[in-house]
């Protein structure tokens, strides 16, 4: 599974100012991952969203960023130039959005812009870039990829966009991948559907993929480790397999509070929400420190 | 309490027509909470549209207790019988009307009287606290948001709610706390509840009769019980239903577009 260390994180926070005070979005965030799908789930505002956003420097100026490392295959990122970040940025490491009609240019075939995801960090022939811009598309399950190529973002369906993103994000063959909710805006079938295209784009590339998501029943069936977030903490990371046994009381009140079609039509459990969960020392002492943390 | 007889509706005129809902007829209990699930552009909120008389260019025979509702003429009295709650609690509240002045406005429309008292109540009745009376939709919090939008059908004294999607821009502690209140209320009142939802689990437990709809047809409708023993008749619904179990390398090569 993670055999070889791609990606590590040391004591990650990050702050907003605002004129209200403060706001801390990450607060001693640390992880690990190598060659694996590690899921990082939690509530809205729980800082999913700015953590990934953080490991590409891709947060607003004003952000306050204060790390110890993001070690990416063996080098600080922190202490890259901004020039050399966007040789990492698609190359090495590619971010796809939840939303793909605003991460598409809308005047521009759905065709160019993949193939200038690839042009741009490769040289290559027009012909060679467009082959391979149709390969990419049929390896995201597109079956008219030659249609497809010249279609605008408007043109097509939601599942189709975020294929068509990912043929894009994935097209300079990244060694990490980072999801942010890729696939909440779909149907369900079609969520599953798009999530067995990077599942094998994982295996087939030995890439690494960090997917971050709200739903938590369905990260712990995809990936192999899930990270717990709550107010900007990790509560947890444990093995996916293992979430159903947490003892982790907001993962388990996450847990509990999801209605399921086995259930009954009794009340559902709510969350009751504890202070003593943003405390560092509490979070070490209920996961007994590092179980599952790569 | 509700019949819905051959409910059909055509948008758009000739390459754009689009057919969304075709011959769907169903039936609803007096007391009874009533399940429509399926996938996006499915119809479900078309349904509920109808009913509302939100749209009217509707064919078809929709009783609200054994009287015809009229397309497009329905007498005041219907508006306030028959209420419906949005997915998206601030889109649908006025963003510079406080939650007092929201919650007034059906109060004074249909002359009920008596508008502090009823607001005071509902606020009371949906869990919020007095000190939200005053302020704005963007000062509340999207489940607090939810909860004014349910006290504001609520105010009416309604009979029946028609629920779209109420919880599902709603974190899952959130929405876990949402469904709790619906169901009270409906115990409290003795409400009658259509609730459409994509999320199979949250209609199975919600709902003891759950209607699976797709491109604009109902394909099956099912009791809670044969949803949780794994055994509906549509290959639609089974896959609906395999889906919502999470990721299944396997599972996904078999599904099918239906
Ligand atoms: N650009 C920004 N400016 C100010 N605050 C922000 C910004 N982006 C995120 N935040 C705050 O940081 C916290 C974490 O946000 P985010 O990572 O987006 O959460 P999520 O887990 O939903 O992805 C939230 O409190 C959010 O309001
Ligand atoms: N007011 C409208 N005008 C034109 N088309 C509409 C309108 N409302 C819905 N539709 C179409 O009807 C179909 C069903 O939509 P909808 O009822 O919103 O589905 P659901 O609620 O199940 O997602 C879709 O194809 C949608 O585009
Ligand atoms: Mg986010
Ligand atoms: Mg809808």
Redesign the pocket.
Same mark, same amino acid.
């Given at each position: 599974m993670n055999t070889e260390n791609l990606l590590t994180v040391t004591n990650l926070n990050i702050t907003?100012p *605002?004129p209200k005070g403060d706001?801390s /979005?990450a607060c001693g965030v640390s992880f690990s991952l190598g060659k694996e799908k590690i899921g990082i789930v $939690?509530e *809205? $505002? *729980? $800082?999913?969203?700015?953590?990934g956003r953080a490991i590409l420097r891709l947060?607003?100026p004003y /952000?306050q960023v204060v790390c110890d490392e993001i070690r990416f295959k063996g080098e600080d990122l922190l202490t890259l130039s901004e020039k050399e970040m966007r040789r990492i940025r698609g190359k090495e490491i590619s971010m796809v959005m939840q939303d793909p009609k605003y991460s598409l240019n809308p005047v521009r075939t759905v065709g160019h812009q993949i193939m200038e995801a690839y042009t741009i960090h490769r040289r290559v022939s027009q012909k060679e870039a467009k082959e391979k811009t149709l390969e990419m598309l049929a390896a995201v399950q597109i079956r008219n990829p030659k249609q497809v190529y010249n279609l605008y973002p408007h043109e097509v369906s939601g599942g189709m966009g975020q294929r068509i993103m990912i043929a894009m994000m994935l097209i300079p063959e990244p060694s990490l991948l980072i999801a942010d909710e890729p696939t909440s805006a779909l149907d369900v079938t079609v969520q599953l559907q798009v999530l067995a295209i990077l599942d094998d784009l994982v295996t087939t590339r030995g890439m690494g993929l960090i997917l971050?998501s709200h739903d938590l029943e369905l990260v712990a069936s995809f990936c192999d480790r899930v990270i717990i977030?709550y107010g $900007?903490r990790i509560m947890e990371t444990i093995n996916a397999a293992d979430l159903h046994d947490s003892t982790h009381p907001y993962t388990r009140g996450l847990l509990n509070c999801l209605p399921k079609i086995e259930g009954g039509s009794t009340r559902l459990p709510v969350l009751k929400r504890d202070a003593s969960w943003l405390d560092a020392h509490y979070n070490q002492h209920i996961t007994g420190g590092s179980d599952a943390s790569g | 309490m509700l019949l819905v007889d051959k409910l059909n509706i055509i948008f758009g005129h000739g390459k754009a027509k689009n057919h969304a809902l075709k011959d769907v007829s169903f039936s609803v209990k007096k007391g009874e909470s009533f399940g429509l699930v399926g996938e996006s552009g499915s119809g479900k909120s078309t349904v509920l549209n109808c009913i509302a008389g939100l749209l009217q260019n509707w064919t078809g025979l929709i009783e609200v207790d054994g009287k015809t509702v009229h397309r497009r003429k329905r007498p005041i009295e219907f508006y306030r019988r028959v209420q419906m709650v949005f997915q998206d609690p601030y889109g649908s509240l006025h963003p510079r009307h406080t939650i007092d002045k929201t919650l007034k406005e059906p109060v004074a429309i249909h002359r009920l009287g008596n508008g502090n008292d009823r607001v005071a109540q509902v606020l009371k009745e949906v869990g919020l606290d007095p000190k939200f009376r005053f302020r704005f939709p963007h000062q509340l919090s999207g489940g607090q948001r939810q909860r004014v939008a349910i006290a504001r059908a609520l105010i009416l004294e309604p009979e029946v709610l028609l629920l779209d999607e109420p919880t599902s821009a709603l974190d899952v502690s959130i929405q876990a706390e949402v469904l709790n209140l619906l169901q009270d209320i409906r115990e409290q009142r003795n409400l009658t509840y259509i609730l459409v939802s994509h999320n199979l689990a949250v209609v199975s437990h919600m709902c003891e009769n759950v209607t699976v709809m797709n491109r604009g047809q109902i394909v099956e409708k099912i009791t809670k019980q044969q949803l949780q023993q794994d055994t509906p008749q549509n290959q639609y619904t089974r896959q609906l239903l395999l889906a919502s179990r999470g990721y299944d390398r396997q599972a996904i090569d078999q599904f099918k577009e239906y």
């Amino acid at each position: 599974m993670n055999t070889e260390n791609l990606l590590t994180v040391t004591n990650l926070n990050i702050t907003f100012p *605002s004129p209200k005070g403060d706001v801390s /979005a990450a607060c001693g965030v640390s992880f690990s991952l190598g060659k694996e799908k590690i899921g990082i789930v $939690g509530e *809205s $505002g *729980s $800082g999913k969203s700015v953590t990934g956003r953080a490991i590409l420097r891709l947060l607003p100026p004003y /952000a306050q960023v204060v790390c110890d490392e993001i070690r990416f295959k063996g080098e600080d990122l922190l202490t890259l130039s901004e020039k050399e970040m966007r040789r990492i940025r698609g190359k090495e490491i590619s971010m796809v959005m939840q939303d793909p009609k605003y991460s598409l240019n809308p005047v521009r075939t759905v065709g160019h812009q993949i193939m200038e995801a690839y042009t741009i960090h490769r040289r290559v022939s027009q012909k060679e870039a467009k082959e391979k811009t149709l390969e990419m598309l049929a390896a995201v399950q597109i079956r008219n990829p030659k249609q497809v190529y010249n279609l605008y973002p408007h043109e097509v369906s939601g599942g189709m966009g975020q294929r068509i993103m990912i043929a894009m994000m994935l097209i300079p063959e990244p060694s990490l991948l980072i999801a942010d909710e890729p696939t909440s805006a779909l149907d369900v079938t079609v969520q599953l559907q798009v999530l067995a295209i990077l599942d094998d784009l994982v295996t087939t590339r030995g890439m690494g993929l960090i997917l971050i998501s709200h739903d938590l029943e369905l990260v712990a069936s995809f990936c192999d480790r899930v990270i717990i977030m709550y107010g $900007g903490r990790i509560m947890e990371t444990i093995n996916a397999a293992d979430l159903h046994d947490s003892t982790h009381p907001y993962t388990r009140g996450l847990l509990n509070c999801l209605p399921k079609i086995e259930g009954g039509s009794t009340r559902l459990p709510v969350l009751k929400r504890d202070a003593s969960w943003l405390d560092a020392h509490y979070n070490q002492h209920i996961t007994g420190g590092s179980d599952a943390s790569g | 309490m509700l019949l819905v007889d051959k409910l059909n509706i055509i948008f758009g005129h000739g390459k754009a027509k689009n057919h969304a809902l075709k011959d769907v007829s169903f039936s609803v209990k007096k007391g009874e909470s009533f399940g429509l699930v399926g996938e996006s552009g499915s119809g479900k909120s078309t349904v509920l549209n109808c009913i509302a008389g939100l749209l009217q260019n509707w064919t078809g025979l929709i009783e609200v207790d054994g009287k015809t509702v009229h397309r497009r003429k329905r007498p005041i009295e219907f508006y306030r019988r028959v209420q419906m709650v949005f997915q998206d609690p601030y889109g649908s509240l006025h963003p510079r009307h406080t939650i007092d002045k929201t919650l007034k406005e059906p109060v004074a429309i249909h002359r009920l009287g008596n508008g502090n008292d009823r607001v005071a109540q509902v606020l009371k009745e949906v869990g919020l606290d007095p000190k939200f009376r005053f302020r704005f939709p963007h000062q509340l919090s999207g489940g607090q948001r939810q909860r004014v939008a349910i006290a504001r059908a609520l105010i009416l004294e309604p009979e029946v709610l028609l629920l779209d999607e109420p919880t599902s821009a709603l974190d899952v502690s959130i929405q876990a706390e949402v469904l709790n209140l619906l169901q009270d209320i409906r115990e409290q009142r003795n409400l009658t509840y259509i609730l459409v939802s994509h999320n199979l689990a949250v209609v199975s437990h919600m709902c003891e009769n759950v209607t699976v709809m797709n491109r604009g047809q109902i394909v099956e409708k099912i009791t809670k019980q044969q949803l949780q023993q794994d055994t509906p008749q549509n290959q639609y619904t089974r896959q609906l239903l395999l889906a919502s179990r999470g990721y299944d390398r396997q599972a996904i090569d078999q599904f099918k577009e239906y």
